[in-house]
C-alpha cells in the first residue's frame, strides 16, 4: 500500500512539474545576452518563425535585419548555424529561457555562455540628450595600438525613433550599425548579428569621448572620438594595393557551385569589362557590397560589364563552399557567378593574390579590369549602408569607375 502511494505521488509530482513547462514559442521575437570577453554582457535581439517550413529568423540591428541561414528545432534543442561563418548558437529551452553556447568552430574553437527569453516586442529605451553633451554627430578616432596611434578610423552618431544609431568607419571598410541609448554624459550601443558580436561603452570627458568596443573574444579595443566636420574620410589609405606588374592582367581561376571550372582566359571575357570581387561568405562587408555589385551588373551587364565573385572561404572543403555560395547568393539575389578559389590561409592566398598584388589588405577587395585586360583600379574594402554619406560616397565612386571602364 506505501509502494502504490509513493509510485502514485511521484507521478503525480512528474505530471504537475510537466505541466508547467511551456513549450517553446513558435513565432515572434526574442531577447538575450551572450558573455563576451571579460564576462562583459554582449546584447541581441532576434526574430524566430519555426512554424514555417523551413523554420525561418532574423538578427535585429534596429532597423537592420540580418537572416538566420539555417533553423532547427528538435523537441526542446534549437541551434542556429552560421554555415558560412563556420558558427553555431546550441541551446536547449527550459521552459521559460533558451540557454547554450556560440561555438566559433576553428582550430581554436571558442564558446561563449548565451541566454534568450521570449518577449512581446522589441523593447525600448529612449535616449535622454541633455543640451550640449549629444554624441550625435561626425568624429575621428584615434586607437592606440603597438605602432603608435592610429587615426584612420572615423566614427558617427546620429538619432532615429529615440534610439542612438552609430558606426565605426575604418579604411578598409565598417564595424557594421550599432544601436543602443544615451544617458547624460554615458552612452552604449550593440550590435549582434551571428557573424559579429559587439558593444561600445563611451564616456564624455569635456569635448571628447573615451571608448571601448567589447567583443565575443580579445581585448577590448580602447579609442578616443575627437569632432570632426565629416563622416567620409579624407585621408589616403595607408597600404594601397596595387599590381606587382601593371602591364599584366590579373588572373583567375575557380570553380561554380555546379563544378564548372571559370578562368580569366574564358572566351566570355574576351573584350569586356570586368568586376572582380575578392570576397568570401563569412564577412560582413561583403555582404553590403553584394547588393551594390547585383545592381551594377543589373545595370550594365547590357553594355559589357561582366562581375565575378572570387569566393575565399573559412575551410578548403569543396563541399561547404558549394553550400555557402548557394546560401549567399540565393539571400541577395545574385545573377552573377560566384567561384570557390580556395580557403584564406596564408599559402592559397600567397598563390593566388599576393603573387600579383602588393599590399593585399584583405576582404573585400574590388578590381576594375578594361576591355583590354588591364587593371585600371582596386577599390579595398567597402563601407556599408549604416555608415550614411560614406555609403552614398562610395554608391557614386562605384558608378563612375563602371561607367568610365564601360565608355
Known amino acids: ?237 595607408e597600404h594601397l594595393t596595387t599590381m606587382k606588374n601593371p602591364k599584366a592582367p590579373f588572373t583567375f581561376l575557380g570553380t561554380t557551385m555546379s563544378g564548372q571550372l571559370i578562368s580569366s582566359t574564358d572566351d566570355r571575357f574576351k573584350g569586356k569589362a570586368l568586376l572582380l570581387d575578392i570576397m568570401g561568405t563569412w564577412c560582413h562587408n561583403c555582404m553590403d557590397a553584394a547588393p551594390l555589385l547585383q545592381q551594377l551588373y543589373s545595370e550594365f551587364g547590357k553594355d559589357g560589364i561582366e562581375v565575378v565573385g572570387l569566393a575565399f572561404e573559412i575551410s578548403d572543403s569543396p563541399d561547404l563552399a558549394k553550400k555557402n555560395l548557394s546560401l549567399f547568393q540565393q539571400r541577395y539575389g545574385l545573377t552573377y557567378p560566384l567561384i570557390f578559389c580556395g580557403s584564406t590561409q596564408d599559402a592559397n592566398v600567397e598563390l593566388k593574390l599576393r603573387n600579383q598584388l602588393d599590399n593585399f589588405a584583405g576582404y573585400p577587395t574590388t578590381i576594375l579590369v578594361n576591355n583590354k585586360g588591364l587593371v585600371e583600379k582596386i577599390h579595398v574594402g567597402f563601407k556599408g549602408p549604416g555608415t550614411g554619406e560614406a555609403y552614398q560616397e562610395q554608391v557614386h565612386q562605384y558608378y563612375d569607375a563602371v561607367k568610365h571602364l564601360i565608355n
Open 1 to 237: 500500500m506505501l509502494l502504490r502511494t509513493l509510485r502514485f505521488l511521484i507521478t503525480l509530482f512528474i505530471f504537475l512539474f510537466l505541466g508547467c513547462q511551456k513549450s517553446i514559442p513558435l513565432k515572434g521575437m526574442w531577447a538575450g545576452t551572450t558573455t563576451g570577453a571579460g564576462n562583459k554582457q554582449l546584447p541581441f535581439q532576434l526574430f524566430l518563425d519555426l512554424q514555417s517550413a523551413p523554420p525561418a529568423g532574423y538578427f535585429c540591428n534596429g532597423y537592420e535585419r540580418t537572416p538566420i541561414p539555417e533553423i532547427q528545432l528538435r523537441g526542446d534543442s534549437l541551434s542556429l548555424h552560421f554555415s558560412e561563418y563556420g558558427a553555431a548558437m546550441l541551446g536547449i529551452w527550459n521552459g521559460k529561457e533558451w540557454r547554450g553556447g556560440f561555438f566559433r568552430y576553428r582550430s581554436d574553437t571558442s564558446r561563449n555562455e548565451f541566454i534568450a527569453s521570449p518577449i512581446e516586442a522589441a523593447p525600448t529605451q529612449a535616449t535622454t540628450l541633455p543640451i550640449g553633451i549629444s554624441l550625435v554627430g561626425k568624429y575621428q578616432a584615434y586607437i592606440p595600438g603597438k605602432d603608435g596611434v592610429d587615426s584612420t578610423t572615423i566614427a558617427s552618431f546620429w538619432i532615429q525613433n529615440d534610439s542612438l544609431y552609430g558606426t565605426l568607419i575604418a579604411p578598409d571598410g565598417d564595424y557594421g550599425l550599432f544601436v543602443g541609448t544615451q544617458q547624460g554624459s554615458t552612452a552604449t550601443l550593440a550590435r549582434f548579428t551571428g557573424w559579429q558580436a559587439f558593444v561600445m561603452e563611451l564616456e564624455l570627458q569635456e569635448t571628447i569621448w573615451n571608448g571601448s568596443l567589447y567583443a565575443r573574444i580579445g581585448k577590448p579595443m580602447q579609442f578616443r572620438l575627437v569632432p570632426r566636420a565629416s563622416a567620409v574620410s579624407s585621408s589616403a589609405q
